[in-house]
């Protein structure tokens, strides 16, 4: 069975950073590309971050890049997403999802298996 478990919300003040983890079972993160999307309240959902591991790449979307990093862990089947330089705006449910391709993917309707999400808060 697919599972993915998002982890790692929470408040956090304007400045501040926090990492999320999305904890993958069911399959290989080598094989897919696993993604870090989000959805503010009143906004569609965007993509934020991807990485597909077994290609070496990663893909950030512009009003994160330099502030978000994210990574894989293989052996523990995990992605990572360290966030620093939170802003307000940042303010939304993070999904981790994956989509099996060979490369990275940013095609929102590829992506068939998603985790929960869990909320990122940046307020002071």
């Known amino acids: 069975e697919v599972q993915l478990q998002a982890s790692g919300g929470g408040l956090v003040q304007p400045g501040g950073s926090v990492r999320l983890s999305c904890a993958v079972s069911?399959?290989?993160?080598?094989?897919?590309?696993v993604a870090w999307f989000r959805q503010a309240p009143g906004k569609e959902r965007e993509g934020v971050s991807y990485?597909?591991?077994?290609?070496?790449?990663?893909y950030y979307q512009y009003s994160v890049k330099g502030r978000f990093t994210i990574s894989s862990d293989n052996a523990k089947n995990t992605v990572y997403l360290q966030m620093n330089d939170l802003k307000p705006e940042d303010t939304a449910v993070y999904y981790c999802?994956?989509?099996?391709?060979?490369?990275?993917?940013?095609?929102?309707?590829?992506?068939?298996?998603w985790g929960q999400g869990t909320m990122v808060t940046v307020s002071s």
């Open positions: 069911g399959f290989s993160i080598d094989d897919y590309t």
């Open positions: 999802a994956a989509a099996e391709t060979y490369y990275i993917t940013t095609a929102q309707p590829l992506y068939k298996h």
């Open positions: 990485i597909h591991s077994g290609d070496d790449g990663t």
